[in-house]
């Protein structure tokens, strides 16, 4: 809902920012100018909601057949309210019954926000947590924050760390294969010194760690270790392997002797 809008143009941007993250119901509570074809131009594909946006007179009325109203406010008031952040918001709301009425998103205007009289028809307000100094947001930004964190608690799926890989995970045994490969060639080229050995091989492994490498990721660098190996011409036996690579076959990359202890 926003309430009384001055620049019709933070309509059509508000909707647009409404319909990326899947909601539709705008309202409008006495617009300065509406319709105005800058609403239109500034909806983009999400014309439709401008379009079919219901006006009403006033905050009151708008909110009559609503669950719960919230309002988005930057000012703190000497009154204590109910105050959540965007993603606490989205939290409790997430948490209401679905056969619940609608909640409503109460935005202001744009230079003066909302009244102490239209705040306290909102059972809850929200702030948005910004710079102290300069703590002022385009209409549209702020009604683009609610709307994403909305969109996250009704798709959590989407929140899901990583990513999807064509390769299954690498093995244990294929990364220590890797692993050997990489310190010989570190020995090979003289980059590895006794002084920094402690330091140097556990950061490797932790940065391997947290890279997760599948399978032909774990073969890539692999095969660069014995080709840089070969280049320098510095392996013309085999070498034991280290004592904590595996002495398995090797399914993912070929295997190999591993380098001295």
Request: aromatic content about 6%.
């Amino acid at each position: 809902m926003l309430v009384e809008t001055s620049d019709p143009g933070n309509i059509g941007a508000a909707a647009r920012a409404m319909k990326t993250m899947g909601l539709c119901d705008l309202r409008l509570v006495n617009p300065a100018h509406f319709p105005h074809p800058k609403a239109v131009w500034r909806a983009k594909a999400a014309k439709d909601l401008v379009d079919n946006a219901r006006v009403y007179p006033c905050l009151a009325a708008a909110v009559a057949e609503c669950q719960l109203a919230v309002a988005s406010s930057a000012r703190m008031r000497t009154l204590p309210w109910p105050t959540l952040t965007p993603r606490g918001l989205a939290a409790q709301v997430g948490a209401l019954s679905p056969a619940g009425g609608p909640v409503a998103l109460v935005f202001g205007r744009e230079k003066t926000g909302l009244k102490n009289e239209e705040l306290q028809l909102c059972q809850w307000h929200c702030v948005i947590p910004a710079n102290p100094e300069y703590p002022v947001l385009n209409l549209s930004h702020a009604v683009q924050l609610l709307c994403y964190e909305l969109n996250n608690v009704r798709h959590p799926d989407k929140l899901e760390p990583g990513y999807e890989s064509d390769q299954p995970p690498a093995t244990q045994e294929a990364i220590e294969h890797m692993f050997a490969e990489l310190c010989a060639m570190l020995d090979a080229s003289g980059f590895s010194r006794k002084d920094d050995s402690q330091k140097l091989i556990p950061r490797l492994r932790r940065f391997f760690a947290r890279a997760q490498l599948d399978r032909m990721e774990a073969n890539i660098w692999h095969g660069i270790a014995a080709r840089v190996i070969r280049e320098l011409g510095a392996r013309d036996e085999p070498q034991k392997p280290l004592a904590s690579a595996r002495q398995a076959p090797m399914k993912e990359a070929q295997p190999i002797a591993g380098v001295k202890s």
